[in-house]
């Protein structure tokens, strides 16, 4: 594998929407979304659909064993391809953090990048998108969430010489250059034919 970055950032920041167009950009990059994996697995009605679709719809997260395991399943399956995984949505919380390095003890965690947009502008963002989970009060439990559990990894990946921070606001054209420039100075990028 090409190397693991963590991609942070509040719900709403633009996480997914910036890493399917870096994916699709750049050979090489490959989008892993665990907020997709497991809102797929609903679609799909799989035993792991049926168990995190509730949570989900609440905006409460998914037991860390459960998201270490269907993590380190994907991250393995990709070993070999040589590819740069865009981790989005995964470590959440603490436990996440230390099982991601655990999974990337090889040196395969190259840094983390944080996607940088304030709490009001995600908040008419995510009311603006309407996905199923985005109602006012889902919206507001999963960023009480993310400042309770999720922005102490910042710290996290800072602490280890690992983060950079990214202006997530102005015209998706603008964020994806600053993302590419930084994604750019920790792994080879090359344009897809
Ligand atoms: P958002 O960041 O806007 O909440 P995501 O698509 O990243 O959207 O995640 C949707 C939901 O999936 C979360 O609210 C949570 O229930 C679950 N989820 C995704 N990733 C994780 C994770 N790493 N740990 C726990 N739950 C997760």
Do not use: N
């Amino acid at each position: 594998m090409g190397g693991v970055i963590a991609v942070l950032g509040r719900q709403g920041a633009g996480k997914g929407t910036q890493c399917a167009m870096l994916a699709e950009r750049f050979d090489t990059v490959v989008h892993v979304s665990t907020g997709d994996m497991l809102r797929d697995a609903a679609a799909l009605d799989t035993p792991l659909g049926r168990r995190a679709g509730a949570i989900m719809a609440a905006g409460e997260l998914v037991p860390d064993d459960v998201m270490c395991d269907v993590v380190a399943e994907r991250l393995a399956a990709l070993e070999d391809s040589g590819a740069t995984v865009l981790l989005d949505g995964f470590p959440r919380t603490p436990a996440q953090a230390e099982a991601l390095a655990g999974m990337t003890a090889s040196g395969g965690l190259r840094g983390a990048v944080l996607l940088e947009v304030c709490v009001a502008e995600v908040s008419e963002r995510m009311l603006a998108r309407g996905r199923g989970d985005d109602t006012a009060a889902g919206i507001a439990r999963r960023l009480e969430l993310y400042e309770a559990q999720t922005a102490p990894l910042v710290e996290w990946f800072a602490d280890r010489g690992l983060l950079q921070t990214v202006d997530g606001t102005g015209e998706p054209a603008e964020v994806f250059d600053r993302l590419a420039a930084a994604i750019g100075g920790l792994v080879p990028l090359r344009l897809s034919r």
